[in-house]
């Protein structure tokens, strides 16, 4: 049996995942958690992924491994290696601003061209300008731009600051992968490299690809993580890194953004739509065609095969479940025995669920709102239902969003903690429009790190058995969703009048 380590660098913490390389089977795991914030240190997710490592019975028994990490974050690095500031997450919003500027000068339509998205206040590129305009000292000392699985990538292959890596400070090294570079805003989905002019407006800074040579570029040129393919191998773990594990006996792969690595973990292809219920909700999909959405609803990301990865993200989804639950004094169990007691459409009751905005449609200053309220429709019942639809429903938004890119969904692959819940996925059977299937709870980032290892190691994408919990299900209810959307357009409608100045604010 050949084993294979999927590595998931998350935002909340770091698991590694050991599997089979031949089945797919899991055969340990391991855990570290991540501290709290919108900016670490970088050196957390390093310690964490050796303490996961390790409670996953080490990788000394393992032939490859590969790393799936939060996207978007900001790594700088000064011409020693050494992190110059805490990363910016994706979860950052400080840099909306300078998203707002950026989309002004270059335009949505250009931009949408240009990077397949339009970016808002998670992008990277977003990031690199305010530190240009808040922070110009630093701006000033970056030597290399990394996302946080190159960096941690580049750490277990053995580079690293000076007295801290066996290796040292070789930026060169640094590497990543197509699915993560397209979260950046400097990348090119459809033509597969580097937009270098984006990146200089950003940071105000040139910058060129690593290993590529300078020719005639100034010596304080800004180096970017070489885009490594799918299947290639980038390196070996280094030696003394890991408990038992030599010099260039485990092979490392190019690693994936959180998204695509969850979607080669699914095993999702063309037809599939995932759709994941987390802290934020995210609909994506397999596509052949680079998406182009100018309207910035949906970002145009390449997934980690060699296709395209359209997805619509909404900010509300799981605790708007948890705020309902607790509004009513139960747990998740109890809100889904008083969702099912209600009828479909609940009564004419709708919440429209922006308790923290909204990404899908932009509407960042928007709040939450209930519709629908008479002396016979108020009750307990009602209220956890319309909680469960008004989600439910923001997500078919974004289905419906990355459909109109070329999309033909053929089924909804329901996933997250609450697709666990039978309410859920009763009222997603009925709001989607598509047979919903809900896969057995699973780590499916760090099993599509897995499964890219194991590419790596037979050159062939594995085909692993996915486990459900049922057949899936579709149970067509249009006129929840026709309900939904009358008081969503009142809500937009209101949000887009408080906004500041009465506009459309982007980021």
Known sequence: MVLVAGVDSSTQSCKVTIVDAGTGRTVRTGKAAHPDGTEVNPSHWWSALLEAADDAGGLGDVAAVAIAGQQHGLVLLDSGGRVLRDALLWNDTRSAEAAGALVAELGPVALARRCGSVPVASFTITKLRWVRENEPDIAARVAAVALPHDWLTWRLRGFGPAGESPLGPELEELSTDRSDASGTGYWQPAGGSYDLELFEVALGRPAREAGRTPGGQAAETVILPRVAAPSETVGTVAAGLLDGVPANAVKIGAGAGDNA??????GAVRGDVVVSIGTSGTVFAVSDTPPNDPSGTVAGFADAAGAFLPIAVTLNAARVLSTTAALLGVDFGGLAELAMAAQPGSAGVVL????????????????????????????????ARAAIEGMLCGLADGLDAVAATGVSAQRVLLIGGAAQNPAVQAVAAQVF???VAVPQPGEYVARGAAAQAAWLLSGERPQWPLAFAGEPVQDGRPEVRRQYGEYRRQAAGAANNAAPGGALPRG
Do not use: D, Y
């Not at 990404?359 to 009602?382: D, K, M, W």
């Open 433 to 435: 429009g598509v047979p």
């Open 261 to 266: 690595a969850g979607a080669l973990g699914l």
């Open 352 to 383: 429209v669920p922006w308790f923290e905005g909204e990404r899908t449609p932009n509407l960042p200053h928007a709040q939450a709102s209930l519709h629908g309220l008479s002396i016979a429709s108020t009750t307990r019942e009602n209220l």
